[in-house]
Each structure stands twice: as structure tokens, then as C-alpha cells.
């Protein structure tokens, strides 16, 4: 019994010594890559650099392979303000010892650039991004040392850019693409911003379901390690990106990985010293284990699934909501001096489009509710100013056939249809509210024009009526009609 006592207290011992020694090591990464010796890391710099050569050296002494035979820092170029720029990832493995599995793929990566200097104040970046950097270190050290039970390789990646535009991660998915590797990813995982689980309360996971039963299978690995964590099916927020971004949109599973936005992000107070490095720890335990389950489980599946704001601009199906704000004003064709001044129109409601396969043609119908207001000349004495203000408030269906080019930049269109409105109210403010001649069913032809990125879409729409407001023949007035509009398709799955 004593035996048994003493064995256990030993082992007891190792675990919370070697939780101390890891706890050492992150602070020891995190105060030199959050140092004011390298002043912020911006992306590109030599400051960046020496960051890298850290990481390095932290592979090396610990066995870590690089992924390609050229070494571990892979250089590539990106395009700034016009300015052909160089930056540095650095990416390293651990192989997988299943010969049937071994050339499948687990990623894990953390970007380790960060703001430089501004306005003579160094952006340290201690939990943006160093934090993420120190725990993937840490990470691929416990995966090497676990090594025999990785079926699947596991490559640890620490990108260069991100602060600039995601460039490191896009550079090495383009670069897996080409080389006919991407689908052999059957996970990737973001660590960014992970030092403040303390003040945060919680580790959040986004994308858990892009795996087939990823949240369970986390969930159930954090309970035993004793992490809160949050989780959530997708990324959505339009806002902000991480370096889940490039392999997402290549098909790939993706998980984003943080404590949240509790530290102070993006300003010069994100210094080593507030960071919670038992949190850390304990983050990058669960990350070991969770990558290690992943390699080992020869049935772990991607759901197929991504989040909308990773899918392809071009869906089979797109619905959102839509607001157009522009000015209406009255045509004559018969009488062009008295045509009546622009005032203030406005439409709100859904847009709904079908894209075909050949995905630069759809159909796309938006029903609107809105108002519209106009100046009515006086047309006994058209050259006189003492217009009135005539209104019209009704419900719009425009229908238009959609011609799309879907770019890196956003996906740009034009369309052309008709429209159709059911006028409920209509006529001249404070002089006549409603006609009693008011013609209730109008139309006309319709096009737009516009762009989209990431489920934002900004347009630009023509309406011109072909019939007359009035079922009086004395009023041949038309409704010509612009806007801007400003849609959102992204919540909707």
C-alpha cells in the first residue's frame, strides 16, 4: 500500500513539475517574442525575422523536422501599397508513424507578426499573437514527444503577415493547393490570441462544425482536462479573420482557436507580463491532446461543411436582407421643363438569388417596402418654383436576370429586369394625401450594379417607370428612381 502511495505521489509530482517547467518555457517565448528588442514584429521586417530565427531554433533543439528538404523558413512575396514585399513562415513537422495515414495532415498555426511601431510607441503583441506563437512551440514539443502515437502527420506552421491581410496562411494554402496536398488536410487549427483564459473565463472554438460531431468530441476533452470551453458551429464575424481563412476556402476543416478579445488588442499595453501562463499551460495541454486524438482516430471526418463567409461567392443560393437609401423625382415625357426635382427615397426588404450552374448567370428577386418623394411642378405655371411634394408609399418586386464575375476580390455584377409595385398611399403632401386617381399598380424596368465580399454587398439600382403614377391621363407623370444599397447574406445558411 505504501508502494503504491509513494508511486502515485511520484507521478503526481512529475505531472505538476512538468506543468511548472512548461509554464517556464512559455514565459521565457513570450517575454523575448513581446520584447521591446524586436519591436513589434511588424510583418516583413528584420524584427520579424529574428522572431522567426527564435522559432527556429526552438524546432531544432527539440527534434522538429522542417516540411520542405529547403528548411524550415519558407520566404515568399506579397504585394503592399505597391511595394513588392518579402516575408518568412515557418513550418515545420512531425511526421505520422501509420504508413496508410502518414501522408494526411493536421495543421496547427499561429501567425507571429504583429503592429510594429507607431507614432514612437512599440505594439508589443504579447497576446496578439505571441501568446498563440509561445503555444504552438509548446505543442510541438509534446507532440514530438508523443510521437508514436500520431497516425497522421502533424505540420506546425507559424505565419508571417496576418496583421497585413492573412498573407502568411493564404501563401502556404495556395502553396499546399498547387503542390496537391490540400485535400490531404483534414484539419487545420488557428491559435491566436490565446493568453487571457483567466480574465476571459473561457477558451472559445470556432467551427466545430465543420468535423462530424467536432463539438461533442471537444466538449467531452475539455470537461476531462477541466477547460471552459465555448463553442461554436461557424465562423461568422465579418469583422475579423484569421489565419483559418485560406485553407477554409479551399474546402478544408478549420478551427479558430482563441480566449477572445479581453486583452488589450491592438494597443501598446499588450505586454508579457499580463498574460495568464498557467491559462496558457493548460490551453496548449487540451490543443496537444485534441491534435493527438485527431491524428490517431482513423475515423475522424470533416463535416464538408464551412462557414458562409468561407464558402465561394457564388452559392446556389443566397438569401439576406437589403436596404436601399436614394432619391426619386417625376418625369414628363411630353413636357421636359416641368420634369420636378429629386427628394428622398428609401426601400428596405429581403433579397433572394438562384445562381446556375455555369455561375456567372442567376435570378435574383428583392421585395421592398418603401417611400418615395418628389417635387410636382405647378404645371398652370411650369417655370415658377412653387412645386409641391408628391409621395407615394407601396410594396416593390424587381426581378432581375444577374450576369456575375466571381474574383479575389469580391464578386462583381450587373443585372438587368423589370419591377412591379402595388402603391398603398400616394399623392400630394398637405394638398391632396391621397388621389383618388392615384394609379396603385405600376411598373418599369429595373437594372443594378454592384459588388460583394465576404456576404457584404454594395449596389447601386435604376428604376424607371414606364406607365404613369395616375390613372388621370392629365397627369402623365413617370417615377424615375436611384439608390444605394447596402446587403447582407451572411447569416444564412
Same mark, same amino acid.
Given at each position: ?10 507521478? #503526481? ?10 509554464? =517556464? ?51 515568399? &512575396? ?78 506546425? +506552421? ?19 493547393? =498547387? ?5 490531404? #488536410? ?15 473565463? =473561457?477558451?472559445? #472554438?470556432? $467551427?466545430?462544425? &465543420? ?20 463553442? /461554436?458551429? %461557424? ?14 476556402? /479551399?474546402? *478544408? ?54 462557414? /458562409?463567409?468561407?464558402?465561394?461567392? +457564388? ?11 436614394? $432619391? ?9 421643363? *416641368? ?16 445562381? %446556375? ?57 450587373? $443585372?438587368?429586369?423589370?419591377?412591379? &409595385?402595388?402603391?398603398?398611399? $400616394? ?6 394625401? +391621397? ?20 456576404? %457584404? ?17 392629365? +397627369? ?16 444564412? %445558411?
Amino acid at each position: 500500500m505504501k508502494k503504491i502511495l509513494a508511486i502515485t505521489m511520484f507521478c #503526481v509530482c512529475s505531472v505538476g513539475l512538468m506543468a511548472q517547467t512548461q509554464q =517556464k518555457r512559455l514565459e521565457q517565448h513570450l517575454y523575448y517574442l513581446a520584447s521591446d528588442t524586436l519591436r513589434g514584429r511588424f510583418a516583413g521586417s528584420e524584427d520579424a525575422m529574428k522572431a522567426a530565427e527564435y522559432i527556429v531554433k526552438q524546432y531544432e533543439e527539440m527534434g522538429v523536422e522542417p516540411f520542405y528538404e529547403s528548411g524550415y523558413i519558407q520566404s515568399f &512575396t506579397n504585394t503592399l501599397i505597391g511595394d513588392r514585399m518579402t516575408f518568412n513562415n515557418v513550418i515545420a513537422c512531425i511526421p505520422g508513424a501509420d504508413p496508410a495515414l502518414k501522408d494526411e495532415y493536421v495543421i496547427i498555426g499561429a501567425h507571429y507578426d504583429h503592429l510594429g511601431v507607431k507614432n514612437g510607441k512599440v505594439y508589443n503583441g504579447a497576446d496578439d499573437n505571441a501568446s498563440g506563437t509561445a503555444a504552438v512551440i509548446e505543442i510541438a514539443r509534446q507532440l514530438k514527444a508523443r510521437q508514436s502515437e500520431l497516425k497522421r502527420s502533424v505540420i506546425i +506552421v507559424n505565419f508571417d503577415g496576418e496583421e497585413l491581410g492573412l498573407f502568411g496562411s493564404n501563401a502556404f494554402a495556395q502553396r499546399l493547393s =498547387k503542390e496537391k496536398k490540400i485535400k490531404k #488536410v483534414c484539419l487545420m487549427m488557428s491559435i491566436d490570441m490565446v493568453g487571457w483564459y483567466r480574465q476571459s473565463g =473561457k477558451l472559445i #472554438v470556432e $467551427g466545430t462544425g &465543420t468535423i462530424d460531431d467536432g463539438k461533442k468530441k471537444m466538449k467531452e476533452l475539455a470537461e476531462l482536462l477541466g477547460i471552459n470551453l465555448k463553442t /461554436k458551429k %461557424f465562423e461568422r464575424s465579418v469583422m475579423t479573420a484569421t489565419d483559418t481563412e485560406g485553407f477554409a476556402k /479551399k474546402g *478544408v476543416a478549420t478551427l479558430a482557436v482563441t480566449t477572445g478579445l479581453k486583452s488589450p488588442y491592438h494597443k501598446p499595453e499588450d505586454d508579457a507580463d499580463l498574460i495568464d501562463y498557467k491559462g496558457l499551460s493548460d490551453i496548449s495541454d487540451y490543443i496537444t491532446r485534441w491534435t493527438t486524438q485527431v491524428s490517431s482516430d482513423e475515423l475522424f471526418r470533416p463535416s464538408g461543411r464551412v462557414a /458562409k463567409k468561407h464558402q465561394s461567392q +457564388v452559392q446556389p443560393f443566397d438569401l439576406g436582407v437589403n436596404v436601399e437609401l436614394g $432619391g426619386s423625382r417625376l418625369h414628363y415625357p411630353y413636357r421636359v421643363a *416641368v420634369d420636378g426635382r429629386s427628394r428622398f427615397a428609401w426601400n428596405a426588404g429581403l433579397t433572394a438569388q438562384v445562381n %446556375f450552374k455555369c455561375k456567372w448567370l442567376g435570378l435574383k428577386l428583392t421585395p421592398m417596402y418603401g417611400w418615395s418623394f418628389a417635387k410636382y411642378p405647378d404645371l398652370t405655371n411650369p417655370l415658377e418654383n412653387k412645386a409641391m411634394t408628391y409621395y407615394q408609399e407601396g410594396f416593390t418586386l424587381p426581378v432581375y436576370v444577374v450576369f456575375q464575375l466571381n474574383t479575389d476580390y469580391g464578386l462583381f455584377h450587373a $443585372g438587368v429586369g423589370a419591377y412591379y &409595385t402595388r402603391v398603398f398611399k $400616394g399623392g400630394l403632401k398637405k394638398v391632396d394625401p +391621397v388621389w383618388g386617381y392615384l394609379n396603385r399598380n405600376q411598373f418599369g424596368i429595373a437594372w443594378d450594379l454592384g459588388s460583394r465580399y465576404h456576404g %457584404f454587398d454594395i449596389s447601386v439600382y435604376f428604376r424607371y417607370q414606364l406607365n404613369s403614377i395616375a390613372s388621370d391621363s392629365t +397627369v402623365p407623370a413617370h417615377l424615375r428612381n436611384f439608390y444605394a444599397g447596402l446587403g447582407l447574406t451572411y447569416f444564412f %445558411f
